[in-house]
């Protein structure tokens, strides 16, 4: 049976990756694609643990050797996920979850059609504000077109399927997590999964195989 493919879209500063970090740590069924990146690591940030940090010509030569399954230039930067993240692991049945924003959110909803997509709202624009000063790692300046780029991203929400406001962590990871659960539990994967006990439970009365 293939995999899920699972795609968690916000505005830099909702709290994305917090709320998919614990959702992983409580779901094991799910693998965690490391986009590339061409954008300079931040204070923290590891490679391959965060982000496959590369060079904007070697991002350029892997677009040109077609081994993206989406990118997309996002804050000036190219972002992307590669193709041998994401196409095997659901292959062999895993479910795969894309950290992206809605670009390539929307490139892999039309490669994908039965992706289950989450868009992540802060609370307020006051919050999502203050979440991105509390980083302490940005000027005014920089914020300020965090913030402009934010309401630009924030404006595509209605092209995913469900919406989660992150005004308070604990919610937000349940509601999340009941995402993933729901998925899973859509008639043709539980056909797939129990094809043999649904051919049972109809086998006509007196049947051998009943």
Known sequence: MRGTLFIVAAPSGAGKSSIVNACLARDPNIRLSISFTSRAPRPGE??????????????????????????????????????????PQLAAGRDVLLEIDWQGARQVRARIPGAV???????????????????????????????????????????????IVNEDFATAVEEMCAV?????????????????????????????SA
Do not use: C
Not at 50 to 74: C, I, K, Q, T, W
């Open 117 to 163: 997509s989450v868009f992540i709202l802060p609370p307020s624009r006051e919050a999502l504000q203050q979440r991105m000063r509390a980083r302490g790692q940005d000027s005014d300046e920089v914020i300020a077109r965090r913030l402009a780029a934010a309401r630009e991203e924030m404006s595509h929400y209605a092209e995913f399927d469900y919406v």
């Open 180 to 208: 993933f659960r729901a998925s899973r539990l859509r008639r043709p994967e539980q056909e797939a999964r129990h094809a043999a006990l649904i051919e049972t439970l109809l086998a006509p009365e007196g049947d051998a």
């Open 46 to 87: 590891r490679h391959a643990e965060h982000y496959n940090f590369v060079s904007a010509g070697e991002f350029e030569r892997m677009v040109a050797a077609g081994d993206f399954f989406e990118h997309a230039r996002v804050h000036g930067d190219w972002k992307g996920t590669a193709r041998q993240s994401v196409e």
